[in-house]
């Protein structure tokens, strides 16, 4: 199995500006992913994080919003930029780790704007 | 596009009752179907995975299922507890990850 961490948990933040969220692995994972859950909805995929290149993003998700750092196999950002109140959510990052790629993961970080 | 439902949104039963939690996917090509639990304000939980190839797997009081040709799963939860309440989410893998909207579990004491 794999343990995943996040920080920050939770934040407060102002209209405009941006937040960074870690995303730290116990073990190597093959693909991590980040996902927003909106309160009372299911997990909508923002994108997956590829080591050492651009992150794949889906649709209705861009990189100048929402650009993806994954350095190595056990580690990877997220920020949400220049934030509005609609951004105001959960986001959670997971990996893929063991034979059968059993997909684990973070605690989530709670995201609030005003 | 693959959609995920889960029925019932919520369900509410007195301690000890042995239940079933439904998923159902529309593209039965599929690579594997995992199961979670999500707490209030925390992350998913991983419960079980089962491969395209399997027909059941279990953990403990909890056992799934994979009907892939029905394009059914279920989630059977023995002699449920109080600690089992929770969302419980199924997401199939085609590709990429998709979600359903989670059965609302609720265990009366």
């Known amino acids: 199995s794999a343990v995943i961490s996040q920080k920050p948990s939770r934040d407060i933040c102002q209209r405009g500006t941006s937040l960074t969220i870690q995303c730290q692995v116990d073990?190597?994972?093959?693909?991590m992913f980040w996902y927003r859950q909106q309160p009372g909805q299911s997990l909508t995929l923002i994108a997956t994080?590829?080591?050492?290149?651009?992150?794949?993003?889906e649709s209705g998700f861009v990189i100048d919003k929402f650009p993806i750092s994954r350095p190595n196999l056990t580690f990877s950002t997220l920020t949400v930029s220049n934030m509005s109140p609609e951004d105001s959510s959960i986001y959670l990052c997971s990996g893929l780790s063991g034979v059968w790629e059993t997909q684990y993961f973070g605690p989530g970080t709670r995201l609030l704007v005003l | 596009k693959q959609e995920v439902t889960q029925i019932p949104a919520a369900l509410s039963v007195p301690e000890g009752e042995n239940l079933v939690l439904n998923c159902s996917f529309t593209d039965s090509a599929i690579y594997n179907l995992q199961w979670f639990r999500q707490d209030p304000g925390k992350g998913l939980t991983s419960l079980l995975l089962?491969?395209?190839?399997?027909r059941e797997q279990t953990s403990g009081r909890l056992n799934a299922s994979l009907d892939k040709s029905s394009g059914r799963s279920t989630l059977y939860i023995a002699a449920s507890q109080p600690g089992d309440s929770a969302t419980y989410l199924c997401a199939v893998r085609k590709g990429q990850f998709y979600f359903g909207t989670g059965t609302s579990l609720t265990v009366i004491p």
């Open positions: 073990s190597q994972v093959t693909m």
């Open positions: 994080a590829n080591q050492g290149s651009e992150a794949t993003y």
């Open positions: 089962i491969q395209s190839s399997q």
